[in-house]
């Protein structure tokens, strides 16, 4: 079977990559090595895969490739491509998130409407829920996007359901909750956090820390997409979270005993959209996919660690 990965030299999509060739794909990545964080970092999640002779990899915006070239022979889609960042996504940046997050969904989706697809899966995010009154956050919460981000992760899983249902576009979207290890992006919190101590400098905390998250470890995130593919019901949606909430300022004490560091805090104001709770409702996937999460949030930042060292320390 082949498999186009969007976004495929990203965080979460590299990992999936590696799955679905370990399983026997064959695996068409594209990444388009936006300048969100550096490119070297992307470049390390990909070197691996080049070598495979099962992996074929473009580089291209998926606004200007010939779509319908790329999915002639393709069973599974897969598409995690997107500007990704809450506080990037106000004022000018706004229009490159349009551009990303809503119209390159809108025309993969034109092409897919015209393809024998086994299932297209959506790579969302807990951000479409923002303010949401519900904890836990169910698939049938109120979505109270509260960032543009989120705004356009909304509006991108919308496309798919409307594809869906209009066209047959066998669309499943899948909402990630605040995903974690080895390859997590130079923006994310946990990265920030190890930077900061394998560089023996304070780590900058945005607000009190009394904000929680669902922290969500790659592999079961993994897990989650190669479920999909094989059980997910089109047209559905499914949160996966990770089922280890916490507040902020609780994971410092974690941190400094795996680290064996002292950690040194630099308050900073509250970000414009940061949403202040997350907390996942997974029984839906759980009953749908047969998912549980497996990694304990120490185990899986014990990985990170490990992994954040050894990248700064090249």
Not at 27 to 48: M, Q
Not at 102 to 126: D, G, P
Not at 168 to 192: C, E, N, W
Request: with cysteine; hydrophobic share 35%.
């Amino acid at each position: 079977m082949n498999c186009l990965v969007t976004g495929a030299a990203g965080f979460i999509a590299s990992h999936l990559c590696r799955r679905l060739l370990k399983e026997g794909f064959k695996v068409v990545g594209i990444d388009s090595f936006t300048d969100f964080y550096p490119k070297r970092i992307k470049e390390k999640n990909i070197k691996p895969l080049r070598k495979d002779e099962n992996f074929e990899f473009i580089t291209g915006d998926l606004n200007d490739l010939d779509l319908k070239k790329i999915l002639k022979k393709t069973n599974y889609v897969f598409h995690h491509a997107a500007q990704a960042g809450v506080r990037a996504s106000w004022g000018d940046n706004f229009s490159v998130y349009l551009k990303n997050n809503i119209e390159a969904t809108q025309k993969l989706l034109e092409v897919a409407k015209n393809r024998n697809l086994k299932k297209f899966i959506y790579a969302s995010s807990s951000s479409v829920y923002g303010n949401c009154p519900d904890l836990p956050m169910s698939e049938t919460s109120p979505l109270h996007p509260f960032s543009p981000y989120g705004v356009t992760k909304l509006a991108a899983e919308n496309l798919c359901l409307l594809y869906c249902k209009n066209y047959g576009v066998p669309s499943i979207s899948l909402r990630f909750f605040t995903v974690y290890g080895p390859g997590q992006r130079p923006d994310m919190a946990f990265h920030k956090f190890f930077k900061a101590l394998a560089k023996g400098k304070q780590i900058p905390v945005y607000g009190d820390g009394n904000q929680t998250r669902d922290f969500t470890y790659i592999d079961d995130v993994i897990d989650a997409n190669f479920a999909s593919l094989k059980k997910g019901k089109v047209g559905e949606i499914y949160n996966i979270g990770g089922g280890t909430r916490k507040k902020l300022k609780d994971i410092f004490p974690l941190l400094e005993n795996i680290c064996q560091k002292q950690v040194r805090l630099a308050r900073k104001e509250k970000q414009k959209g940061d949403m202040p709770h997350t907390f996942a409702n997974i029984e839906k996937a759980r009953k749908d996919l047969n998912y549980s999460p497996q990694i304990k949030l120490r185990d899986g930042l014990k990985e990170e660690w490990l992994w954040t060292k050894k990248l700064y320390s090249s």
